[in-house]
Each structure stands twice: as C-alpha cells, then as structure tokens.
C-alpha cells in the first residue's frame, strides 16, 4: 500500500520507518525543512535503538521518502496516519491538539478521493468524531474521508519493536470499510498472529489514556512503597520480586526508581486525571491526581537519600549524574527525572556534571545551566558523589575499580536499583540504593 505519515518526530519517524519494513510504500511529512533534509539523506534527528539502520536501508531502496508538501502526500497515498504531537495544553491537565487539527486542516483540500485518515497521536476523548466532521466538511471528498484512531503503544527505546511486534494493534473504526483498510495496513503483523482489537473511537482513544494511567499509577505505587522500605529499614528490590510473582500483579513496569517522565506517561496521567474529573468520576480522578503526586515528589525524594549519604547538604558538592534521558534507549529528555533531580541539586548549589550515552546534546538545550561530559570517565573525575538516575547499560557496566581511583572520594547513589551493589562495595565503594537498607 502507499501511506503516508503526517509528523516526523519520536512517534512519526519510527511508524513511517516500520511501515517501510513491513512492505508499504512510504512518504512522511514534516513542515521543518532541515529535518527532511537529513531524513532524505538516510540520517535519523532523534536517538531511537535500530531506526538509524531501518532508516538508511530504507530511504537508500526508495520505499520511504520525505517532503514538506501535503498535496504530493495526498496524491501519493490513500491511508494517510497522523503522527503530530499533542503536548499538554496550557491549563496542564489536558491535551493540545492544534497540530492534529492543524495538520488536518492543511491536509483536506487535497484530499479529493476517498481516503482513510489514522490518528496515532495520544487524545481527549471525542476528538476522533470532531476530526471527521472537520474533514467531511473541509474535504472535496467530504464523508468518503473516514477517521480511524490507532493509538501508538509505544515505549521509547523499544519504538521500532514496539510497532514491528506489538502486543496488540487497537483500532477505532467508523465502519466495515475502515476495519478493512486498517487490516490491510497491518496484514503483515496480523499474519504473525499480533492481535487486532476492532472497537469504535471513543473506546479506542479511552483505552490509550488508560494504559498509560495505568502504568503511571503502578509506578507511582512501588515508589510509595520504596519510601516505606526506607523508612522501616526494608528492602524495595525484595518485595517487589515477591509481589511481582502474583499473576495478578506481575512483575513488569514494577521498578522502584525516581518517577516516571518523557513526552508520554506524564501529560497521560495528567489528561486521564482531567478526563475524569469532567466525567463526574472524582473517585477515579482522586486515585489518579494521588498517583501523580507521589511521582511529582520524587526528585525531592531523590534529594534527600542524596543528602543523607553526603552526610550534609548538597551545597558546595560536585556531583556527577549519570543519565539525561527520561529512560535508556532514546535521547528523549522530556520531563526527564535524572535532569530535574540534577537541576535541583544544581538549585541547592552544588556543581552538577551530567552525563549521558546519547542525550548530552537535547539535554543541554533544556538545561544550559549544567555541566556535561561526553565520556563516562571524564564525568567522574573529582566528584565526591555519582548519583545513577537513568539506566543505560552502559553505567551497569561500569567498573568500580577504575573509576575509583578518578573520583574525590568513591560514594554512589543508585536510584534505578541497578548496579550489583557488593561488587561497587568489594571495590571500595559506598553504595546506597533506593528504597534498600545501606548495606543490602
């Protein structure tokens, strides 16, 4: 099939480059002209695990393409997927969907056959219906132009096997029709037996936000709980390997560390939250604005385990922070815990050196008043305190024993439970770990 993909960013970029591999014909859009400029050239903007070589491969064999123009998209394709962002809107609890209305608007007077228009894009509830009455209004096609939402679950770092070999493919659909062109899209992937759940829009978009508070509100549950170990001298790591082992809570998602962040769990909640509240479920909104202030707290949380091994305030301190990125596997440093426990930190008056394997430079944008090093060694060098805050396997790999001798004195703070702490300790190291007695 010939699809076009509307937005060429975290989600856009990976799902156009996926459908290239899965067969299609492909053309994403973007308005930015340096940025297609390097994507036609095989160069991959952001940090994602394999998409640079699905990139290259694909781009060179001339199945994935990219432009500024909507009209070439339109006459191109007759799937067309919206991949624009939704950032939070201005009252911080709810979804800005200019870009996919934007985008819409900009598309529909090009669209003069039937088509079938995908929304990817994480949105408010009734959005799908809105779209389509825009489109069918806007469009020469008019009601030949059908609406589908197709939420992305995607997490970053794994976006490329995420849409190669999802758990699942939800589709919204507005009629037989539409069920057909979406099964045709993924034919490849319902053939290796990825299961389709076929349901109307609203429950479709529902279901996005839902997953996502989900996972917020498990997150920020064993972090609550990793406070209480610490307060009773117990072990987070311990308990949630037991709980883990319920089948009706499994073990996955169930890591205590310094919150959650990046461009989607955190405007998720924080619509979902909103989402409720204006439905008249304030329990459900109660539950939900309670699992976000338990992540909103972290890095104060943060703050005092690094105090405490410090054995005074961070004033005066240099401190080196391992990780930038909100999580391993992408240069996303959105709502980024490891850079808001480091600008903290950096707030207090200590000197603040961060490193990070890929997102030195996004980091940097956001946070120019910090130090960076490009080299692991090279960011140790005098600290009296690491703190781990992102985990890249490149910092579980590390070795204790030469950075010891780089280091002021050797005390390291892991945030992400993820160093095997009796070989930092064996090599001379004071180790403390969050929510896990100093000497676990």
């Given at each position: ?30 308005l ?36 500024t ?9 007759d799937?067309?997927?919206?991949a ?8 911080g ?45 806007l ?6 132009v ?30 037989p ?15 290796n ?8 829009p ?40 037991a ?31 909103a ?39 961070v ?23 490891a ?21 030195v ?23 009296e ?9 490149q910092?579980r ?24 702490a ?12 969050l ?6």
């Open positions: 099939m010939r699809v076009s993909v509307i937005g060429c960013g975290h989600l856009g970029i990976p799902h156009a480059a996926a459908m290239a591999e899965i067969g299609h014909e492909v053309i994403g859009v973007d930015d002209q340096t940025k297609i400029d390097r994507l036609n050239a095989g160069e991959c903007p952001i940090y994602e695990e394999g998409l640079p070589d699905l990139l290259a491969t694909h781009t060179a064999s001339g199945r994935l393409r990219f432009t123009d909507l009209a070439e998209a339109a006459a191109f394709a799937v067309h997927f919206l624009v962002g939704t950032p939070i809107d201005a009252d609890r709810s979804y800005d969907t200019g870009q996919v209305f934007g985008a819409a608007r900009a598309l529909a007077p090009h669209l003069t056959r039937p088509c079938v228009i995908i929304g990817k894009s994480t949105v408010t509830v009734g959005t799908t219906r809105d779209l389509a009455t825009l489109l069918a209004r469009a020469p096609a008019g009601n030949d059908e609406v589908v939402w197709n939420p992305e679950f995607l997490r970053e770092g794994h976006a490329i096997e995420d849409t190669l070999r999802p758990d699942r493919i939800v589709a919204g659909v507005p009629s029709h539409a069920e057909d062109v979406v099964r045709q899209v993924y034919a490849p992937l319902l053939h037996e990825i299961p389709l759940f076929v349901t109307d609203a429950t479709a978009e529902l279901i996005k936000g839902a997953a996502n508070a989900y996972l917020g509100m498990k997150i920020s549950f064993i972090n609550g709980v990793a406070d209480m170990c610490a307060a009773a001298g117990a072990d987070v790591h311990q308990l949630t390997e709980i883990g082992l319920d089948p009706r809570i499994g073990r996955g998602g169930l890591n205590a560390g310094p919150g959650y962040g990046g461009g989607c769990l955190p405007k998720d909640v924080r619509a979902f939250t989402s409720a509240q204006s439905l008249g479920a304030l329990d459900a909104a109660a539950l939900l604005r309670a699992a976000e202030q338990v992540n909103e707290s972290r890095p104060a949380s943060a703050l005092a385990l690094i105090k405490q091994t410090l054995g005074r305030p004033a005066g301190a240099r401190v080196t922070v391992w990780g930038a990125s909100f999580k391993a596997g992408t240069d996303d440093v959105r709502e980024s815990p850079l808001a426990i480091a600008a903290l930190m950096h707030q207090r008056g200590a000197t603040v050196m961060v490193h990070d394997p890929h997102a430079p996004t980091a940097l944008v956001r946070h120019p008043e910090l130090d960076y090093a490009e080299d692991l060694e090279e960011s140790v060098k005098g600290a305190l690491i703190v781990l805050a992102t985990e890249w396997p910092f790999n590390a070795d204790p024993k030469a950075l010891s001798a780089l280091v002021e004195q050797p005390v390291l703070v892991d945030l992400r439970n993820l160093l095997n009796d070989t930092w300790r064996t090599a001379g190291w004071t180790v403390r770990q929510g896990r007695p100093a000497q676990a």
